[in-house]
Structure formats: C-alpha cells, structure tokens
C-alpha cells in the first residue's frame, strides 16, 4: 500500500524558514509528478508548487521566489524549502503524488496527511 507521510511543519517567526519534506512508501515503480497544496482555515485547496520526474517545476505566484522545490527520484521524496515566510503561509501542507505506478502497474494520486505550518510572532 502507497503511503505519503510529510514532516517538518511547526511555528516559525515571519521572514523565517522551514524545510517540509514528504516520503512515499511501498511498491513504486515510478512517480510522474510530486507536489504540495495547502489549506489555510476557511479556504480551499491552493496549489503551492510541483515537480516532475524530469524536474520540471511549477509555482504558485504567491510563493515564486521564496519557495523551492526539489525531489530525491531515487528516494521517492520531495523537499519544499520555505524561506522569508509571511503570516498568510500559515496552512495545513498536503504532499502529493501524481500518476504514481504502483507494483501492480496500477496508477493513481495520493495525498498525504498534512503538515502544520504556522507563522507568527
């Protein structure tokens, strides 16, 4: 079973930095794209930023500049690299995993459970 776990959420001052990373586990054969969305209280789902396999990546205009995106293929892991953090980046950040094959040469997404970033003095 595919599993996508994230850690290193937490609270963190405005204009600090923080390092989310996210792991997926299980029979993988390959990954296309690996990502992370966020939900802050009352909104819905934003696109935060993505990569390929290829390293191809995409960010939102809200975070282009302070955030960076990375991916270890090898580990199935991708990094989100947070700097000059503002208090509307405070959200529950959710990794995902698009077209994943599985051992069954079965696609699909996943999403993991959410990491907690909260920014505040």
């Known amino acids: 079973q595919v599993q996508l776990v994230e850690s290193g959420g937490g609270l963190v001052q405005p204009g600090g930095s923080l390092r989310l990373s996210c792991i997926a586990s299980?029979?993988?054969?390959?990954?296309?794209?690996m990502g992370w969305y966020r939900q802050a209280p009352g909104k819905q789902h934003e696109l935060v930023a993505t990569?390929?396999?290829?390293?191809?990546?995409n960010y939102s205009d809200s975070v282009k500049g302070r955030f960076t995106i990375s991916r270890d293929n090898a580990k199935n892991t991708v990094y989100l690299q947070m700097n000059s953090l503002k208090p509307e980046d405070t959200a529950v950040y959710y990794c995902?995993?698009?077209?994943?094959?599985?051992?069954?040469?079965?696609?699909?997404?996943?999403w993991g459970q959410g990491t907690q970033v909260t920014v505040s003095s």
């Open positions: 299980g029979n993988i054969i390959s990954i296309f794209a």
């Open positions: 995902t995993a698009d077209n994943l094959i599985n051992g069954d040469n079965v696609p699909g997404d996943y």
């Open positions: 990569i390929t396999s290829h390293n191809s990546t």
